[in-house]
């Protein structure tokens, strides 16, 4: 069995140092705040690159306060991608503003500059860049555009811990980043996590107010904020991960290499494209295909598990019928064909060359 994600896998090499985490955290009771928080946004800052780090409890909580501490006015519009997990228009809208979907690039499955360009109006207010399976946005690109129209630019992470662009890490090259420790992300808590980042101090006291019920001290309130930490135990954990982050990014890069070899020239099988100067961090390798259902079917026969991101493309969800996004000529069209092999650490050599043997033979069979 290959399996598409494989955390119990991932736990067993890294045991003693987890078991040990989770053991001093309970013994100190630090459940809220604490060292193991403080250390990890401190650390986790400078593994990104970036001088400030906010904790806080998932990776939608992340783009949210990351949004109402940017303070736009209500209504504004933020240009979002139309190929992302929910989260990346969720949030806009939760924050009281309107989603504009733009479509995404062919080659790298990240923002068409292009068609972000004709999306923006007056009331244009932000930007979202996913970073989408792992790979950089173009952000030199989104950069030129924001500043020409006076625009933010907000980088959703959550899938692209340790990725760079042009030697540089995500999350705080624009305005304002947000990250995902959801388990199965490239770094994974044991539960739900997520973090926000930036080199704007203002900014950063901001959200830090906002996801503790908008305080500086115990009780002493400035504004009404919410509830959304990353807890103790999880930070706990994370710090253990984030010493073997690199290493697990490099394992998946020589994977994506090895399909790279073994499933170049196939005709009909659209492999990603690695674009311009980036440490792509793999979190998913995606290819597209017509006959995506009948490979996914097959290959589960050869007991290999594969995923879909994303199965409907986000303007034709029921969710966002209202919008009546249906120009995105790309997204809307492609959400068919595209298919998530097995990727990760747990997979094995032979278990890479088990996948593209299997693909090989389902080409020759069709
Ligand atoms: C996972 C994910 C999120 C949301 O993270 P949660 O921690 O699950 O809330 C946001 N954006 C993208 C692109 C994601 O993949």
Not at 38 to 52: G, I, L, N
């Amino acid at each position: 069995m290959i399996k598409f994600v494989d955390l119990y896998h991932q736990y067993q090499t890294i045991k003693t140092e987890i078991d040990g985490a989770i053991l001093t955290t309970i013994e100190q009771s630090a459940f809220i705040g604490g060292a193991s928080v403080k250390s990890f946004e401190a650390a986790f800052a400078d593994y990104q690159q970036a001088a400030h780090c906010v904790g806080v409890a998932n990776g939608t909580d992340a783009l949210e306060i990351a949004i109402e501490a940017l303070g736009f006015p209500s209504g504004s519009e933020i240009i979002v991608p139309a190929n992302s997990f929910i989260s990346s228009a969720e949030a806009v809208t939760r924050c009281g503003h309107r989603v504009v979907f733009a479509d995404i690039n062919p080659a790298t499955y990240t923002l068409n500059l292009l068609d972000v360009e004709k999306r923006i109006t007056n009331n244009t207010k932000a930007i979202i860049a996913v970073h989408l399976y792992g790979h950089p946005c173009d952000i030199d690109g989104l950069k030129v555009m924001a500043a020409a129209h006076n625009l933010k630019l907000i980088e959703d992470c959550a899938q692209a811990h340790g990725g760079e662009y042009k030697g540089r890490r995500v999350g705080a090259l624009g305005d304002i980043g947000a990250f995902s420790f959801y388990p199965g992300k490239n770094l994974g808590a044991y539960g739900d996590g997520g973090a926000i980042m930036t080199n704007d101090y203002n900014l950063a006291t901001r959200c830090r107010m906002i996801a503790n019920h908008g305080r500086i001290d115990k009780y002493n309130h400035l504004i009404e904020g919410r509830n959304s930490r990353l807890d103790g135990l999880q930070a706990a954990i994370l710090n253990v991960k984030l010493k073997h982050l690199d290493g697990w990014i490099d394992r998946r890069n020589a994977l994506a290499q090895r399909y790279y070899t073994g499933l170049r020239g196939i005709k009909g099988l659209v492999l990603p494209v690695i674009d311009g100067d980036v440490r792509h961090a793999f979190h998913l390798f995606v290819v597209r295909l017509d006959n995506r259902n009948s490979l996914k079917d097959y290959l589960a026969e050869r007991a290999i598990e594969t995923g879909i991101h994303y199965p409907i493309a986000l303007p034709k969800l029921a969710a966002y019928e209202y919008l009546g996004s249906k120009d995105i000529n790309f997204a809307n069209n492609i959400d068919a064909t595209l298919l998530s092999l097995p990727m990760g650490e747990h997979v094995t050599d032979s278990d890479a060359d088990n996948v593209i043997n299997a693909i090989i033979s389902f080409f020759r069979e069709v």
